[in-house]
């Protein structure tokens, strides 16, 4: 058992946890931490193969790290605006609920009804 | 002595991750704002001692940002809670 | 070496133990304190993958800036909880959803366990041109010259993100400034701390963008230092948010990429094409473009953490 | 002398660590928020501050030494000002907030 499968292991469980939060949380801003940890999984398989790759004297392959960089920072900038999408949805119904249901406060009538 | 340094920073880990129980208990957010503000700290002396135990001078610049950014989640919280 | 195993296996539970709560936990306040504990420890993950460099990214944007938005999303969001939670899916589903789950962890678990052998890597052939490029981070070489197209576009996709929330603002706002970090009430110790740090943290910045060349560090992390400390000014009441209709700011949120779309461009007069740099000219033209980069991804983070605009534009 | 710096080095370390226990302890016994907020700022100064101070010979140079003087500091200035944000915060919000 090395450091990296150890990770490795820990990731996969990430993902598969992250994966059920977001099915089963009915909260659209828990569904988004979810989504987060589910991420965060799949950067550590990234980062356990890059430890594999250790060679040329350096701890790790740089190419997998730098997509996780890039992958991180593209994360962020998706789980920003899906929480703008949350708060402006809370704005225009006063709820903030993913539901089939029409959202409790209406506001135009007609249009905002299924 | 690269294995007490290590060691030690194990131990610090292992103490505010304790602290971390917190979170779970609550009561109030402020007590869970505190055991994250706590793991924090904890998190910037493992770096410092890990650094130092595994022979990586770059871990003090990550200790650095952490030390830069320990009040960021705080003042986020401070800000929220005092709109209600 | 065991002690360190030890310290790996600690710290893997853990990050498990955590995730766990930031999934299980009642009040989403709770879980999003979670979620920044997790960004903390999985930086420190990072570290023990012999990855600094994305520990520096996790620690600067997943923990600090990220945990900033969910944490005012959170308080905003406090009174949707209850009846929210209420749409609990049937046990059916949920049981379905693990079933799914647990599949896919023994799937991951499996190419964990029997990874391929021996493992690829591309780190020599990484290795080869750094001399060539005179950079000594293998992680900004491969993020500036190798896949610089990939760094390219995610700052594009940057932009796009920020547009999408730009676009959520109600017709009248449209070009004002956002409203999301006003205070409350002032308060003595955050605006000593508003003061005060922010120099610090431009310094560390700069710090940070300048050793990227040789040691951990680059564009990103200093990025997401200097956009956390100008939130810190504006959360503190310092200064206020900028209007997003403001020619300086657009000039900024672009200048980034347009530069480094110039620098590609002028790549076509050289053998290698786009983005190729001149020889003997790389570092230079790379410490450059990741300068103009660090101001145009700070500008960014911080009005994607401020939110779309929420007051009408001053005429 | 290498030897006797090891010596403090360890001591002061194992002070560290003891505090970050003592912290730990607090967060977790103390009976109201106000009194872990205490327990936590001993953790926070002088936990860190001891690993700092032990840690400062081994420093390879003056800029290291340096960098580490700074994170305690900064590490100084982050927890002053945040327990007293949080104290205030549960001061107005009674102990709810």
Not at chain 1, 48 to 67: E, K, L, N, S
Not at chain 3, 46 to 59: F, G, H, K, M, N
Not at chain 3, 78 to 105: D, G, I, M, N, W
């Amino acid at each position: 058992m090395t450091a990296a499968t150890l990770y490795g292991l820990c990731g996969a469980a990430l993902v598969g946890l992250g994966l059920y939060g977001t099915i089963v949380h009915p909260q659209p801003l828990r569904k988004i931490l979810s989504f987060n940890l589910l991420g965060a999984g799949v950067f550590l398989q990234f980062g356990v193969i890059a430890r594999r790759g250790a060679a040329a004297g350096m701890g790790g392959d740089p190419v997998p790290q730098a997509m996780v960089i890039t992958g991180i920072v593209v994360a962020f900038s998706a789980t920003a605006l899906a929480v703008a999408l949350v708060l402006r949805l809370f704005q225009e119904t006063g709820g903030a609920t993913l539901g089939t249901d029409p959202p409790a406060r209406q506001y135009g009538g007609e249009g905002a009804g299924r | 002595m690269a294995e007490f340094l290590i060691t030690a920073a194990g131990f610090i880990l292992a103490m505010v991750a304790l602290g971390l129980v917190r979170i779970l208990r609550g009561p109030a957010d402020a007590d869970r704002m505190m055991s994250a503000q706590l793991l924090g700290t904890g998190g910037i002396a493992a770096l410092l001692l890990l650094g130092a135990g595994t022979r990586m001078p770059s871990l003090v610049d990550a200790a650095l940002t952490l030390a830069l950014l320990a009040a960021f989640a705080a003042v986020a919280f401070v800000n929220s809670a005092g709109r209600g | 070496m065991s002690v360190a195993l030890a310290l790996d296996a600690g710290l893997a539970l853990l990050v498990l133990c955590v995730a766990v709560w930031t999934i299980g936990a009642g009040p989403t306040f709770a879980a999003v304190v979670g979620f920044v504990a997790f960004g903390l420890l999985l930086a420190l993950v990072w570290v023990r993958l012999a990855a600094v460099d994305v520990a520096l990214t996790e620690a600067a944007i997943g923990s600090g800036v990220t945990g900033a938005v969910l944490i005012a999303a959170a308080a905003r969001l406090r009174l949707t909880e209850a009846p929210s939670a209420a749409e609990r899916p049937s046990a059916t589903l949920r049981l379905a959803a693990v079933v799914l789950c647990v599949l896919v962890f023994a799937g991951l678990a499996g190419l964990v366990l029997y990874p391929a052998n021996p493992a690829p890597t591309l780190a020599p052939a990484a290795a080869v041109h750094l001399p060539e490029l005179d950079v000594g981070n293998a992680v900004t070489a491969v993020l500036l010259a190798y896949r610089s197209v990939d760094t390219l576009l995610e700052k594009v996709v940057l932009l796009l993100a920020l547009v999408g929330v730009w676009s959520l603002a109600p017709d009248r706002f449209w070009g004002g400034a956002p409203g999301i970090l006003r205070p409350a009430r002032t308060d003595g110790a955050l605006v000593l701390l508003g003061r005060l740090l922010p120099p610090i943290g431009i310094v560390v910045g700069v710090y940070i963008l300048w050793v990227g060349a040789i040691a951990p560090g680059g564009a990103f992390q200093a990025g997401a230092i200097l956009a956390a400390m100008w939130l810190l000014v504006m959360i503190a009441g310092l200064r206020d948010p900028p209007e997003i209709g403001h020619r300086w700011v657009r000039l900024l949120l672009v200048a980034g990429p347009a530069v480094f779309l110039a620098v590609g461009l002028a790549g076509f007069a050289l053998p290698g094409g786009f983005l190729s740099y001149p020889a003997g000219h790389a570092k230079p033209l790379i410490i450059a473009i990741e300068a103009v980069l660090t101001l145009s991804i700070a500008v960014i983070l911080g009005l994607l953490v401020a939110g779309p605009p929420e007051r009408e534009r001053r005429r | 002398m290498r030897v006797l710096l090891d010596i403090a080095m360890v001591l002061a370390v194992s002070a560290g660590a003891f505090f970050f226990l003592a912290g730990t302890v607090g967060l977790l016994r103390f009976p109201d928020s106000l009194t872990r907020l205490h327990a936590l700022t001993k953790a926070d100064n002088l936990g860190l501050g001891l690993v700092v101070l032990g840690l400062l010979p081994q420093a390879d140079g003056y800029l290291a030494a340096l960098k580490l003087v700074a994170v305690w500091l900064l590490a100084q200035l982050a927890g002053a000002t945040v327990s007293q944000m949080i104290a205030r915060t549960m001061r107005r919000g009674g102990q709810r907030a």
